[in-house]
């Protein structure tokens, strides 16, 4: 069985939408010290503006707040599922008769 991911969808202080995909627990029930600082950074930042950056030295994420506040981010108006096609373009698998499917099943 492979590994659960999720996708969590940010916003940055100019006007940008962007999607991180992390995983949600790896295939042997654990969740490394990067991904377990990244999926508290994406908690942390549904409620307040937030920076992430990696350190190498401590194996994970460091999660810095915003010291002021910025107020509530600009969200294009564009569906969660038309932000996912932008995103992934033709790696998108959207029905049960694509080709990396048919592929898998010994159908093509």
Do not use: C
């Amino acid at each position: 069985m492979g590994e659960a991911r999720g996708i969590h969808t940010s916003s940055r202080a100019l006007p940008s939408v962007r999607h991180s995909a992390g995983d949600v627990v790896h295939r042997t029930g654990t969740l490394d010290d990067w991904n377990r600082s990244a999926l508290e950074a994406a908690q942390v930042a549904m409620k307040k503006w937030v920076r992430v950056q990696s350190n190498r030295s401590l194996g994970a994420y460091e999660i810095y707040e915003a010291a002021a506040p910025w107020g509530d981010p600009e969200w294009p108006d564009v569906q969660f599922k038309d932000l996912l096609k932008i995103a992934f373009k033709d790696r998108l698998i959207d029905n049960a008769d694509h080709p990396v499917l048919k592929r898998l099943r010994g159908e093509a």
